[in-house]
Every structure is written in C-alpha cells, then in structure tokens.
C-alpha cells in the first residue's frame, strides 16, 4: 500500500517563502499525474497545480507566477514551492498522484500565511 507523507508547512510572514514535499512510501507505476490541492479554512478543496505524465503544467490563477511543482524521480518525491505567500493561501494542503494503479492523497500539512 502506497502512502504519501507531505511535509514542509508552518507559519510564515506575509511575503515569506516555504517548500512542501510529498514522499511517495514506494514507487508509483504508470502515473498519470501529479498534483496540489490547498482546502482554506471554512472552504472547499481547491486545485493548486497539476503535472500530467507528459509534462503539462496546470496552475490555478491565484498561484500562477508564485508557485513551482518539481519532482525528484529517484526520491519518489514531489515538491511544491511557494513564494511570495499571501495571508489567503492560508490552508491545509495535499499532495495527490493519480496513476493507473490508483489514486492517492496525502494527509495534509498546515500552512499559515500572517499578515
């Protein structure tokens, strides 16, 4: 069984940069993509960004310019690093792959933007 551990949050200042990583327990075959959702407090799961197989990129309008999803192949991770961070990408956010195999999420890590 496939587990995905995410890392990296916490609180930062208004302008402040962090890094999110997202460990695959095993290796994924066949993947179809990969992906960052944030869920804001009182508010519905959102899509960040999404990687397909082929390489496509996909980021939300409010990330866009700010946020960069990368992989390290040989560490079965996937990162997501944010930059110049505003009070309103304040969220719990998740990594998901979805392949062939399966889809799969990881359990959230806290991120808090102050103003």
């Known amino acids: 069984q496939v587990q995905l551990v995410e890392s990296g949050g916490g609180l930062v200042q208004a302008g402040g940069s962090l890094r999110l990583s997202c460990a695959a327990s095993g290796s994924i075959f066949r993947i179809n993509a990969m992906s960052w959702h944030r869920q804001p407090p009182g508010k519905q799961r959102e899509l960040v960004v999404v990687?397909?197989?082929?390489?496509?990129?996909n980021y939300a309008d409010s990330v866009k310019g700010r946020f960069t999803i990368s992989r390290d192949n040989a560490k079965n991770t996937v990162y997501l690093q944010m930059n110049s961070l505003k009070p309103e990408d304040t969220a719990v956010y998740y990594c998901?792959?979805?392949?062939?195999?399966?889809?799969?999420w990881g359990q959230g890590t806290q991120v808090t933007v102050s103003s």
């Open positions: 998901n792959i979805d392949s062939h195999y399966g889809n799969y």
């Open positions: 990687m397909t197989s082929g390489g496509s990129l």
